[in-house]
């Protein structure tokens, strides 16, 4: 399918913590491989013109080590390469990040989450942050509400305007909701990936709360990418639209609910303008049962 005439709109909107974002957003955790930092700068600012307004992050999207485990060279921050790209920033963009893990080991006391809130406030230059994620380690985590009463007392000092979870059950959203509002849940989840969230992803848009899948394409692979497609009915329906299989796979999950926004990330302008176009694209419902 064209990619050189569809932006982010063609995604459709949602209302995530006060901003009307578009439902194609960007995740920055690839951008700091590369030592050079000139291409990362180039596909945030690229992102941006292409109508993105919800950009994902976290201070721990780090290279050379931190989440993806590659790289040589200084330490380069996801955080402070966005700051190079769009500061000042647009006044409709949403920058959500995280905090939970780091590079000193998991933060579970106040005192260590509120560094990295802080971290993540002087990456960014920021006198405030507009979403934080409290980063979960899964099912196994246990009660998340000394963590997530430690952030809603930094929402009520002004360093924190929204809230929400990642990595989360259905019990830490109860859990969390009963402390403060949870906008928005961050788990991994995609077409033949932790189809297990389905009744969670119901569940989020029956109460207004956004869920933002991520490894949409990656899957299994995780951190390691995206590789060769082995699910023939993506193949076929992706043949189907003129698609590439990766457009298919995020215009199932936007397909998924209203409430569903996707943060596909890449390091290529050329991907950036596939990933975006995938919010034009609409299947049938005997697509979406093939699928």
Not at 249 to 254: C, H, K, Q
Request: aromatic share 6%.
């Amino acid at each position: 399918m064209p990619t050189d005439k569809i932006d982010a709109a063609a995604a459709g909107t949602f209302t995530l913590a006060g901003h009307t974002v578009r439902r194609l957003g960007f995740g920055s955790m690839r951008l700091t491989v590369n030592p050079d930092p000139a291409p990362a700068v180039r596909v945030l600012r690229h992102a941006v013109e292409l109508g993105v307004n919800h950009i994902d992050t976290a201070a721990f999207y780090v290279s050379p080590g931190g989440t993806l485990q590659v790289g040589t060279g200084d330490k380069r921050y996801a955080t402070e390469l966005i700051r190079a790209a769009l500061w000042p920033y647009p006044e409709d963009l949403l920058i959500a990040t995280k905090v939970g893990p780091g590079e000193e080991g998991w933060a579970r006391s106040a005192a260590q989450l509120r560094a990295q809130v802080e971290e993540n406030l002087r990456r960014l230059g920021r006198d405030h942050l507009d979403l934080v994620n409290l980063r979960l380690r899964g099912p196994g985590h246990g009660s998340c509400a000394e963590e997530f009463a430690a952030l809603a007392a930094l929402r009520e000092q002004g360093l924190i305007r929204h809230l929400g979870l990642s990595a989360a059950t259905l019990a830490h959203v109860d859990e969390a909701q009963a402390i403060a509002p949870v906008v928005c849940v961050q788990n991994s989840y995609g077409l033949d990936y932790r189809r297990s969230h389905d009744d969670l992803v119901r569940i989020c848009g029956e109460r207004g709360i956004a869920f933002v899948p991520f490894f949409s394409l990656a899957g299994d692979a995780r951190e390691k990418g995206a590789g060769e497609e082995t699910n023939e009915a993506v193949r076929a329906v992706a043949a189907a639209h003129g698609a590439t299989t990766g457009q298919v796979r995020l215009a199932w999950a936007l397909h998924q609910g209203p409430h569903v926004l996707v943060i596909p990330g890449t390091s290529s302008v050329t991907h950036l303008r596939e990933n975006v176009a995938a919010g034009a694209l609409r299947l049938t419902a005997e697509q979406l049962a093939t699928l």
